[in-house]
């Protein structure tokens, strides 16, 4: 009875998690940018827009540059703002920069002016090929445009219903296809498919409204398939096959108090972006798939082992930006000398943690469960779950499921609540001549994530795995390891 009161104690581990937060420099940028690759953020400040790199980690000026949405391609090739028209001084007008010649590069405008504005980059690519944001046409009329090398500024504006509509690109995805943002008036949140020249309009929050009620644009997932943004003072992520759906605020969403999201990862199982009324009350927000609601991006970083978000900042005050696999997040808030101050967050990784007991095989050795690496949506490298002191020469299998048990079985412990899945058998080697525990199987379980043959494995799932094997002198005669839990990063 002992023991099985300690497997069941140990059924429940505390994930081990890493994460950070840096500060990229007080009183003199705040971030707005980061490139799809994670690598180079961009920044603005003092009328000059920078950036910032891994490779060397301090702000690096451009030498022009202005406005709040300053955006970075990878690698920091390529940056997007807006500067002094160089043939009219009293003018801005959307640009580009290019690192290999060091020099700004105005794009065209659609032929107007508003005040002193030709036109406004909003984001762009993440090869830097299109910039997209708001063109004029007139001094009261201003259209979406999306500028590339080979075509030049194109007017998206003429793609909405009729004349006197005004439009804005305020994100485009990663590989130039898609853009979102909003037509007024009234204000819709649309999304256009740039290669085809279409848009569709997304929806409303709002109450008996939902086909043509207020909505706004922000963000657009790398592919294109995710879009966020606000309605109805509520925070909304939206797909083709999801609709728009409500992420929330922090606290009560009404007047005074509404959630934006402004940025989301590539599989929409991340968004970020900022709670209030406006910059001087705001607050960074994080929502994840299985959240209720965002939350308060500070909390989220200290309840999951980040205490130097507290530490050494009063507010993180707006999240501006998310890398495509969902892991680093731009922005800027008050650090804890009460300077405003940029941002890059690397989000805690949920690391797997073995749990239970394996049973005692016919040997008398153990077979013991590993894991390496850790779970994820979007990583290219494995997550190897192993099994050591196995049987030479038996064949086993891993099977899992969602949720963590230890209940007496076949001589051991079921350490995995059924429903369960398995996977393929496998052979387990080993020394050959004699009957030993050189034994082992390794199973990748980030292949089978990708596979996506299992629709169930989703960011933020929890996951349970136990191996199950041959031993045909054990009563019964089948074996099992003790058990690995874990939970699906983006």
């Not at 420099?25 to 953020?41: E, L, T």
């Not at 590069?105 to 299109?130: C, E, F, N």
């Amino acid at each position: 009875m002992t023991r099985f009161l300690f497997a069941v104690l140990l059924a429940l581990p505390a994930a081990a998690q890493t994460g950070s937060i840096t500060g990229l420099g007080p009183n003199f940028a705040r971030a707005s940018g980061i490139s799809p690759d994670s690598n180079a953020v961009a920044g603005y400040g003092s009328n000059q827009t920078y950036y910032w790199t891994t490779s060397f980690s301090a702000w690096q000026s451009t030498g022009d540059g202005r406005g709040t949405e300053s955006k970075v391609s990878n690698g920091a090739a390529f940056l997007s703002a807006d500067i002094i028209d160089p043939n009219n001084s009293n003018r801005t007008t959307a640009a580009r920069w290019d690192a290999a010649t060091g020099l700004w590069t105005p794009l065209p405008g659609l032929g107007g002016v508003s005040g002193t504005s030709v036109s406004t980059s909003y984001d762009m690519s993440g090869d830097g090929q299109t910039v997209v944001g708001l063109a004029w046409k007139t001094a009261g009329e201003a259209h979406a445009f999306k500028w590339t090398p080979a075509g030049g500024t194109v007017d998206m504006g003429l793609w909405l219903p009729g004349p006197g509509w005004s439009s804005r690109a305020n994100a485009v995805s990663a590989d130039g296809q898609w853009a979102a943002g909003l037509i007024t008036s009234p204000q819709r949140a649309i999304r256009w498919n740039l290669a085809a020249g279409t848009g569709q309009y997304l929806g409303s929050l709002e109450a008996g409204n939902t086909i043509y009620g207020s909505s706004t644009a922000y963000g657009i997932s790398s592919n294109g398939t995710w879009v966020v943004g606000t309605s109805a003072y509520n925070a909304f992520r939206w797909s083709a096959s999801t609709g728009m759906q409500s992420l929330g605020a922090i606290g009560i969403a009404g007047f005074g108090n509404a959630g934006y999201a402004t940025a989301v990862s590539a599989d929409g199982s991340v968004v970020v972006g900022w709670s209030g009324s406006n910059f001087l009350n705001s607050q960074a927000f994080i929502w994840r798939t299985g959240m209720s609601s965002v939350m308060k991006l500070q909390d989220y970083l200290l309840n999951n082992g980040v205490p130097a978000a507290y530490s050494q900042w009063q507010t993180l005050k707006y999240a501006a930006d998310i890398s495509d696999d969902g892991r680093f997040i731009v922005g800027w808030g008050t650090n804890i000398s009460n300077q405003s101050e940029g941002f890059r967050i690397e989000l805690p990784v949920f690391m797997p943690a073995t749990y239970c007991t394996g049973k005692v095989n016919s040997l008398g050795c153990t077979p013991a469960i590993s894991a390496t690496g850790y779970a994820s949506i979007s990583s290219n490298q494995p997550l190897t779950i192993g099994c050591a002191n196995v049987l030479n020469d038996r064949s086993g299998l891993l099977f899992y499921g969602f949720q963590q048990i230890a209940s007496p079985f076949q001589g051991g412990f079921l350490c995995v609540s059924p429903p369960t899945t398995r996977t393929a058998v496998q052979l387990s080697g080993g020394q050959v001549g004699f009957p030993n525990c050189t034994g082992s199987y390794s199973f990748d379980f980030n292949a089978l994530i990708r596979s996506g043959t299992d629709t169930r494995l989703v960011t933020g799932a929890a996951c349970a795995a136990q191996y199950w094997m041959r031993d045909p002198a054990s009563t019964p005669t089948t074996g099992l390891s003790n058990a690995v839990g874990f939970t699906i990063n983006p």
